[in-house]
């Protein structure tokens, strides 16, 4: 299993930013896929989750309208579009398979919201 996350970067408060997630080395669309991220100092969070087959999603409070989940079955891809930025949404960011006998978790990408 392999994840790997890209489109991180600075972007002032307001702004946005398309995370994106390549999975490789399962059947991407048998697996429920998330975002967690890891704020300086905090536990990681849950931000944002995304069913196998229907496509339902579920987000953290603190998201919720700004930031959207997304899938491609075909591309084996997750994403996640991240819209009004704000400080406190500084991280890294996590893409993850969760169901089977352990959830995969990718090496992250680092998002910076900051003027």
């Known amino acids: 299993v392999q994840l790997v996350e890209s489109g991180g970067g600075l972007v002032q408060p307001g702004g946005s930013l398309r995370l994106s997630c390549a999975a490789s080395?399962?059947?991407?669309?048998?697996?429920?896929m998330m975002w967690y991220r890891q704020a300086p100092g905090k536990e990681h969070e849950m931000v944002a989750y995304?069913?196998?087959?229907?496509?339902?999603?579920n987000y953290a409070a603190s998201v919720e309208g700004r930031f959207t989940i997304s899938r491609d079955n075909a591309k084996n891809r997750v994403y996640l579009q991240m819209n009004r930025l704000v400080p406190e949404d500084t991280a890294v960011y996590y893409c993850?398979?969760?169901?089977?006998?352990?959830?995969?978790w990718g090496k992250g990408t680092q998002v910076t919201v900051s003027s």
């Open positions: 993850v398979r969760t169901g089977g006998q352990r959830n995969y």
């Open positions: 080395g399962f059947t991407f669309s048998m697996y429920d």
């Open positions: 995304i069913t196998s087959t229907t496509g339902m999603t």
